[in-house]
Structure formats: structure tokens, C-alpha cells
């Protein structure tokens, strides 16, 4: 498969001229021009003239990512850096490395109030490009695997632009486009994903190929890991992510994908200040039919589905185990199996050569599905006929791992189909140094798919890193572990405001102030500080003199007492410190 034609490409290098009337973007050595209007934000592409000549560039762009309406004023979004990652099909991948938010209106009348709320809307909308990473292609779908663009192009003879060509689940600033009201401006309309992309040139035995992986995360349900669980009701679960794997060789490509996602039913997980909070399934919904919608979607979309599921057989979890199974028994679909793994149970003290387990049990399947494989630009040789969707509670760390598995399952097949591999040789013998880079990437692909759903980097990425795990593994494990809680209790409510301004579901009404004013009780404020107190006190009462033994040990006991009573107090009212969403307020449930 090729790179779309250059009839149909973005522009990818472009003047951005800035007046007090119009924004104007000129693309370098063509002949049209964007122009947008700056008092009532109407957009129109028109050849160029000669005026331009004379004019010096505000400063140079590299896309037009959208625009969106805050308080008081539009503001166009457009990227001003990027980063070169590699080569697919031909056409260059990168990676979003700076952008500008830039107002039509730059000094509306606002009062404070409403100047100090449009400040925090823009550092959410910041905060949410500021995520590690949005990548985009001026000359490829980055939206659509392999296979999924062969059969478009196959349907659809002539395609316009690249923007009408992507899947809207993998388009995170389709809405900031949308807001463009002109027909005739495609070409500048650039579409990112975020997720992550890694293009290497590698060889075996002196064969030279490219191996990639690209990750496309989902907008729908789109949000922050306690913030977002479950599915909603047209049948989009919460951390939906593809992965696809492409090797291209002598002309040919081959395509792997997997998915992940969180388990298809109702269920919630709020943060409540304890470590790992109880999930709930949420009552009084349609359980079956959000799950049934999800399912028919992706059967349409991947064919056969191998649902693994690898969260613990016990307790909480093992609740929503059990009735995720007891929901697929009653759909009845041919075209599901459901393979449970309990990952923790399984692989307790640091056993993960037990993973082979579960993967001997998905082999037979996987040599079923295949892979898709094209040669010589347009010849399909196979078809990928099911996928293995993967998920554990968050869908990131055991997830990953299991991931990366099957992947290197899937490679080691390919790599033997096209002759790369002499017979019964694996990868590693072949080329240890191929073995470092395919680690390191699949776990750098578990870390930026972390990152963007938990705040931090994956657990358990040593083993995939390494092949085993490790002490100093276990170490930056809780590390992150620590990083998590303090996020996910306390910075992640404005992530989550952050993705859904970004994307469209809370649209700012003009110049009405979005409901950003937090009322917090008595108890935010006295129980932290009596706390902190406490704690200091108990410390400077350890350092006195020991003649005051007996008064010490009063001082100590009564300042321990105070500790235990002001953090009692916290975890108690624990919903009363949580760093809620502002812009949408979650349900929440009674622990």
C-alpha cells in the first residue's frame, strides 16, 4: 500500500501572517491562500495575490490544527514544531513537538472574573497538547491500519483529502476542525493522534527491513484512569486503544493488530484517597445492550474477537470478572471466546515464565486470524480475520505485557513467511541487537499509553524490557505506583476538564463562565493542616532532651493521637479532597 496521492496531501509548510482583521496562511510555493477573519471567524481559501509580496510572515507554521471558541474570543490552534519519527509506505511520521494558541479577539472585553476562568480554560486545553505524544503525517492515514486503508481505497475510487478519509475515532482535534466553517480548506486541515509511534530500520541475517508499531488511541470515552471506566451508551469503552505492528520488506508489508480496552459494561472507580478504591458496577443500567453494541462494532471493525482478560479471579475485581462472563454467556455470539487469565495468581513471585500458558492457549487462534499481508504495492497475500482484545483493570500493565507477546508471536511468523529467519531460528539468536530495540519500543509504547490514561509510566515494563523481572524493576514500580496515587487523586480532575474542552463535549458558551468555582467545606483546609502540625510537632518532640522522658512521651502519644485523628478525618470525608472535573461532575457512589 502506498502513500495517499500528491493530489491529496496537507500542506506541511506554511506562512502564517497575522493583522488586526484577518489571520492569512500562506502555503510556500503554492497558489491559494487561507484566510480567516478575525472578527467574525468566517475562513475562505482564494488564490493568492500580489499584496502578500510585500509582507513579512508573522512567523512560519507547520499545520492548522483548529479552532476553538472560549470566553470572549475564538483561538486558532496551529503547530509550530515537529519532530522527524520515520517512514511508512513512503510518506514521512511526526510527532508533535510545539504549537501556538493564538486569539482572533486578543483584547476582549472581559471582566476579572471572566479573564481569570478563560486563563484556566487555556491551561487546560495546554495541559491536554502537552500530553506525550500527538503524531500526524502530511501524506498518510495515521487514523487507519493497513488493512482498513486497503479496503477504503478499494471502495472508494477518488479520494478528496486526507481529512475525509480518517476514522473519527482516532481524530482527537476532528472537533477543533469541525469549527472551521469552509468547504474548500481540507488540504490545510491537519489530523493528529495521540497514542505513540516508533519506525525502525532493522536487520536479520543481513536482510534489511522496517518494523514499526503505531498505537491510535480512541476519543470516545476518552479521560483520566479513575475518571473514566467502563462503557457508555453507544457501546465506547473507556482506554481504547489499537496497536498495530507493520514490517515492510522487498515490497511487501505486513500488518498486525491488537486492541485493548476496559471492560464492556457499566462500572465505576472513583477516586476516594485509598490506594486502589473499590470499583462499582453501576445499577439501573443496560448492562447487555451497551455490551452487545460494543461488540457488534468491533466484529464489523476486526472480524472474530479473543477477549483476554487477565484481572485477579478474586475479590472486587473477580465481582466484575464474573459478571463480565456471565454478560458474554448471555449474548451468545459465535463470534466471541473469552479467555480469562488471573495474571497475578498466575505469575505470584515473579513466575512471568508462566505467561507461555496463556499464549500457547491463544496460538491456535492467532495462526487462524493470520496477519494482513500485501505484496508488491497492491496484491493481497492475507487477510487478518480476528484480533485479540486485551484488557486487565486500567488495560496498561499486564496489558502490555501480554501484548508484547503476542506481537513477537506474530513477528516471528512473518519474519519466517518471508524468508528472513532460517528454519527453527528465533529472533533473539538472530539478532541480539534486533531483541534490544524490539523491547525497548514495546515498552516505550507501555509508557506513553500509561502516561496518557494513569499520568505515569507503566509497571512491569523491566520484564518487557528485559525479559524478566527485576528488584530495581519492583523499585521504580512503586515508585510510579506513588506517582499515581498523587495524580489520580489530586491533578487528575483538570486532565480530565482538559480532554473533554479539547474534544469537543463541553462547548464554552459565549462569554458565560464555564463552572470552574470549587466550593470546598471547613474540613479541606483544618484536616491537612492539623495533620502537617501534628507530624512536625511529633518530630521536634523526638529531638528534646531525654531528661524529659516521662513529659516526651505524653507529648508524643498526644500528637500520634492527633496524626491518627486528622488522617481518619481525611480518609472519611476522602471524596471532600479529590481533584474533581469541573466541567462535567462524575456520579458518585457511597464507599
Known amino acids: 500500500m502506498k502513500a495517499i496521492s500528491n493530489l491529496d496531501f496537507c500542506y506541511d509548510d506554511m506562512n502564517l501572517y497575522i493583522t488586526p482583521e484577518r489571520f492569512i496562511v500562506e502555503p510556500n510555493g503554492k497558489e491559494e491562500l487561507l484566510i480567516i477573519d478575525r472578527n467574525c471567524s468566517e475562513?475562505?481559501?482564494?488564490?493568492?495575490?500580489?499584496?502578500?509580496?510585500?509582507?513579512?510572515?508573522?512567523?512560519?507554521?507547520?499545520?492548522?490544527?483548529g479552532t476553538i471558541s472560549l470566553i470572549g474570543?475564538?483561538?486558532?490552534?496551529?503547530?509550530t514544531h515537529r519532530l522527524y519519527v520515520g517512514m511508512i509506505n513512503g510518506a514521512v511520521i511526526w510527532r508533535l513537538a510545539g504549537y501556538d494558541i493564538i486569539p482572533y479577539i486578543p483584547n476582549a472585553c472581559l471582566n476579572a472574573n471572566q479573564l481569570k476562568n478563560n486563563e484556566v480554560l487555556l491551561k487546560m486545553l495546554r495541559k491536554t497538547l502537552d500530553t506525550p505524544h500527538f503524531y500526524?503525517?502530511?501524506?498518510?492515514?495515521?487514523?487507519?491500519?493497513?488493512?482498513?486503508?486497503?479496503?477504503?481505497?478499494?471502495?472508494?475510487?477518488?479520494?478528496?483529502?486526507?481529512?475525509?478519509?480518517?476514522?473519527?475515532?482516532?481524530?482527537?482535534?476532528?472537533?477543533?476542525?469541525?469549527?472551521?466553517?469552509?468547504?474548500?480548506?481540507?488540504?490545510?486541515?491537519?489530523?493528529?493522534?495521540?497514542?505513540?509511534?516508533?519506525?525502525?530500520?532493522v536487520q536479520i541475517n543481513s536482510q534489511t527491513f522496517f518494523w514499526s508499531i503505531i498505537s491510535r488511541r480512541s476519543v470516545h470515552k476518552a479521560g483520566t484512569r479513575f475518571f473514566s471506566r467502563g462503557i457508555n451508551d453507544d457501546g465506547h469503552v473507556a482506554n481504547f486503544v489499537e496497536t498495530e505492528q507493520i514490517m515492510e520488506y522487498n515490497g511487501q508489508c505486513v500488518s498486525f493488530v491488537q486492541t485493548r480496552g476496559s471492560?464492556?459494561?457499566?462500572?465505576?472507580?472513583?477516586?476516594?484517597?485509598?490506594?486502589?478504591?473499590?470499583?462499582?458496577?453501576?445499577?439501573?443500567?443496560?448492562?447487555?445492550?451497551?455490551?452487545?453494541?460494543?461488540?457488534?462494532?468491533?466484529?464489523?471493525?476486526?472480524?472474530?474477537?479473543?477477549?483476554?482478560?487477565?484481572?485477579?479471579?478474586?475479590g472486587s475485581e473477580g465481582d466484575l470478572e464474573s459478571f463480565f462472563r456471565n454478560l458474554l454467556q448471555l449474548l451468545k455470539n459465535s463470534k466471541i471466546r473469552y479467555e480469562a487469565f488471573d495474571f497475578h495468581a498466575e505469575c505470584k513471585k515473579m513466575r512471568y515464565d508462566r505467561l507461555t500458558i496463556l499464549i500457547d492457549r491463544l496460538a491456535h487462534e492467532q495462526d487462524e486470524f493470520s496477519q494482513f499481508h500485501i505484496a508488491n504495492g497492491n496484491k493481497v497475500v492475507s487477510?487478518?480475520?480476528?484480533?485479540?482484545?486485551?484488557?486487565?483493570?486500567?488495560?496498561?500493565?499486564?496489558t502490555n505485557v501480554v501484548q508484547s507477546?503476542?506481537?513477537?508471536?506474530?513477528?516471528?511468523?512473518?519474519?519466517?513467511?518471508?524468508?528472513?529467519?532460517?528454519?527453527?531460528?528465533?529472533?533473539?539468536?538472530?539478532?541480539?541487537?534486533?531483541?534490544?530495540?524490539?523491547?525497548?519500543?514495546?515498552?516505550?509504547?507501555?509508557?506513553?499509553?500509561?502516561?496518557?490514561?494513569?499520568?505515569t509510566g507503566a509497571l512491569k515494563t523491566d520484564f518487557t524490557r528485559t525479559g524478566k523481572r527485576t528488584k530495581r524493576g519492583l523499585l521504580q514500580d512503586g515508585l510510579?505506583?506513588?506517582?499515581?496515587?498523587?495524580?489520580?487523586?489530586?491533578?487528575?480532575?483538570?486532565?480530565?476538564?482538559?480532554?473533554?474542552?479539547?474534544?469537543?463535549?463541553?462547548?464554552?458558551?459565549?462569554?458565560?463562565?464555564?463552572?470552574?468555582?470549587?466550593?470546598?467545606?471547613?474540613?479541606?483546609?483544618?484536616?491537612?493542616?492539623?495533620?502537617?502540625?501534628?507530624?512536625?510537632?511529633?518530630?521536634?518532640?523526638?529531638?528534646?532532651?531525654?531528661?524529659?522522658?516521662?513529659?516526651?512521651?505524653?507529648f508524643m502519644l498526644f500528637w500520634g493521637a492527633l496524626i491518627g485523628v486528622s488522617a481518619t478525618g481525611m480518609f472519611h470525608y476522602g471524596h471532600e479532597f479529590i481533584d474533581w472535573p469541573r466541567l462535567f461532575r462524575p456520579i458518585r457512589f457511597q464507599v
Not at 502578500?52 to 507547520?62: E, Q
Not at 487477510?383 to 499486564?398: A, I, P, S
Request: hydrophobic fraction near 40%; proline fraction near 4%.
Open 73 to 79: 474570543s475564538n483561538y486558532l490552534l496551529v503547530a
Open 136 to 201: 500526524f503525517s502530511y501524506a498518510y492515514d495515521l487514523t487507519q491500519s493497513q488493512q482498513r486503508a486497503h479496503n477504503l481505497s478499494a471502495t472508494i475510487k477518488q479520494q478528496k483529502s486526507l481529512i475525509e478519509g480518517t476514522d473519527d475515532r482516532f481524530v482527537w482535534n476532528k472537533s477543533l476542525l469541525n469549527n472551521f466553517k469552509c468547504l474548500d480548506m481540507n488540504r490545510f486541515q491537519l489530523p493528529l493522534i495521540l497514542g505513540f509511534a516508533s519506525i525502525n530500520q
Open 405 to 455: 507477546m503476542l506481537a513477537r508471536r506474530s513477528l516471528q511468523k512473518s519474519l519466517e513467511k518471508l524468508g528472513i529467519l532460517h528454519p527453527n531460528q528465533k529472533i533473539e539468536s538472530a539478532s541480539p541487537h534486533f531483541e534490544l530495540i524490539f523491547k525497548a519500543v514495546w515498552a516505550d509504547n507501555a509508557d506513553l499509553i500509561s502516561m496518557q490514561y494513569s499520568g
Open 263 to 314: 471492560m464492556p459494561f457499566y462500572w465505576s472507580q472513583l477516586p476516594n484517597l485509598r490506594y486502589k478504591p473499590r470499583p462499582h458496577r453501576i445499577n439501573g443500567k443496560e448492562h447487555l445492550l451497551a455490551c452487545k453494541r460494543h461488540f457488534e462494532e468491533q466484529i464489523t471493525l476486526y472480524g472474530q474477537q479473543v477477549l483476554v482478560n487477565l484481572v485477579n479471579h478474586n
Open 480 to 554: 510510579n505506583s506513588l506517582t499515581r496515587y498523587y495524580m489520580n487523586n489530586f491533578t487528575d480532575g483538570f486532565r480530565q476538564d482538559g480532554i473533554d474542552l479539547f474534544l469537543g463535549r463541553y462547548v464554552v458558551a459565549d462569554r458565560i463562565c464555564a463552572p470552574l468555582e470549587v466550593k470546598r467545606s471547613w474540613r479541606y483546609n483544618a484536616f491537612p493542616s492539623i495533620f502537617v502540625f501534628a507530624v512536625a510537632m511529633l518530630y521536634i518532640t523526638a529531638l528534646m532532651p531525654p531528661s524529659l522522658k516521662t513529659e516526651n512521651l505524653l
Open 43 to 65: 475562513a475562505k481559501v482564494q488564490l493568492k495575490t500580489s499584496q502578500l509580496a510585500h509582507r513579512m510572515p508573522t512567523r512560519r507554521v507547520c499545520g492548522i490544527l
Open 383 to 398: 487477510t487478518q480475520k480476528g484480533v485479540f482484545r486485551t484488557n486487565c483493570m486500567d488495560c496498561l500493565d499486564r
